[in-house]
């Protein structure tokens, strides 16, 4: 949405583009910032299309005017990934950088953890949840959708299963809670 709210339109045949790498994703908009945004860049906003945030704001699919990218900053914190890069050569650019992979002794430390027979039955996202939760007890579902990247039904379904193979359990009040591995 900001990407389209931002956009040069003057800039004839670009478009915006999305990048998607193994190791980051990188969205950019035709058109570098506008000088007075330049001058405070991440404390004050200037959408180049008044209209259509005019549109998207009635529609409510944008708020928080010239709060986006400390919100960036901070979700990336919250989720343990590294602060966007920002460039504004011709192109204004975000990239976010994903999480690097899992070291394999962490890897291990689960796999001791659980027996082969066990191990085998589960998928690569009931195993990244259960690294997860290892790492950082009492996450909640929003949190480790995020860290895992995969949508909350999705999520859903994976907690459900390690719930009902015993291996964690949900603790505390339904909105302040988290989830948590159990004992052996």
Known sequence: MNAICHRDLYEEGATIMIEVYDDRVEISNPGGLLSVVAAE???????RNPLVFGLFTRMHVVE?????????????????????IFST????????MKREKPNNVADDRLNDRLNDRLN????????????????????????LSSIVEVSIPTLSRTLKNLINLGLIEYRGAKKTGGYYLLND
Not at 41 to 46: E, I, L, N, P, V
């Open 89 to 96: 050569k011709g192109f204004f650019t975000v990239i976010f």
């Open 120 to 143: 085998d039955r589960l998928n690569f996202r009931e195993k990244r949840v259960l690294q997860i939760l290892e790492e950082t007890p009492g996450l909640r579902t929003n949190d």
């Open 41 to 47: 860049f991440g404390h004050k906003s200037m959408s």
């Open 64 to 84: 928080k005017v010239g709060s986006g990218v400390p919100r960036m900053r901070e979700l990336m914190k919250n989720a343990g990934l590294p602060e966007p």
